[in-house]
């Protein structure tokens, strides 16, 4: 039943390595999105697709970069992990028409860097 | 620019009525909506009310919009122990899928 689901819901990892995180939805959404949460819970969004295609790429490094196999799954890839990446991530899907937009968001991935 | 504002936070007595406040800069604001955080846990949306609306009450949440003002409210009636959270405003631009968010406002409840 769960409508955004993310995976893994923690990581910890080393300076340096590549991991990637990753996002279904089963809500028919066309947009998929990925923010990221600092210490002081500021939301920033970091990614928007609709129907597998990139809208949004906010002042984001390139270290990370979002892939869309299909419309129902938004991955985030990082490489070469720094100290400042750790944060909680978190993937939320909107419909694209006909309503109010909403955006649900899945659980989270708290990532620490160490 | 773009930003929505909020009280980082707020502290009511259990059982009374809370009030959380946003304001918001885009007047083209067609969507504007409160989400709240949990601790550890995801943002799940509260309640949303359209740019042509003044007002939207479900259950114990009223929502209030004022749009001269670009002031938006939440009001939580009988705040109880499960209400605190971070509680988000946010506001969806007209021109593209981007919503615009505040930086939360933690409401503490006193016993």
């Known amino acids: 039943d769960t409508a955004v689901s993310q995976t893994p819901k923690y990581l910890v990892t080393q300076m340096g390595n590549d991991k990637s995180i990753k996002c279904e939805q089963n809500?028919?959404?066309?947009?998929m999105y990925w923010y990221k949460q600092d210490s002081k819970k500021f939301l920033k969004i970091m990614f928007s697709?609709?129907?597998?295609?990139?809208?949004i790429n906010e002042t984001v490094p390139n270290r990370f970069s979002p892939k869309s196999p299909d419309k129902a799954h938004l991955n985030l890839h990082i490489n070469s992990l720094e100290l400042g990446d750790s944060a909680v991530y978190f993937c939320?899907?909107?419909?694209?028409?006909?309503?109010?937009?909403?955006?649900?968001f899945g659980p989270g991935t708290r990532l620490t860097v160490t | 620019g773009e930003d929505v504002e909020q009280s980082l936070f707020l502290s009511v007595r259990e059982g009374d009525s809370s009030v959380i406040n946003c304001t918001y800069t885009?007047?083209?604001?067609?969507?504007l909506y409160w989400y709240k955080q949990e601790p550890g846990a995801g943002l799940q949306l509260l309640t949303y009310?359209?740019?042509n609306m003044d007002m939207k009450q479900d259950q114990r949440l009223t929502v209030l919009l004022n749009k001269k003002d670009k002031h938006l409210s939440l009001r939580i009636a009988d705040t109880q122990t499960g209400d605190s959270a971070i509680y988000f405003c946010a506001e969806r631009k007209a021109s593209n899928y981007q919503l615009i968010w505040g930086a939360g406002t933690k409401l503490i409840i006193k016993p």
């Open positions: 009310i359209f740019s």
């Open positions: 809500l028919g959404h066309d947009t």
């Open positions: 939320a899907s909107s419909p694209a028409s006909g309503g109010s937009y909403e955006q649900y």
């Open positions: 697709y609709n129907n597998k295609e990139l809208i």
């Open positions: 885009d007047s083209s604001s067609t969507y």
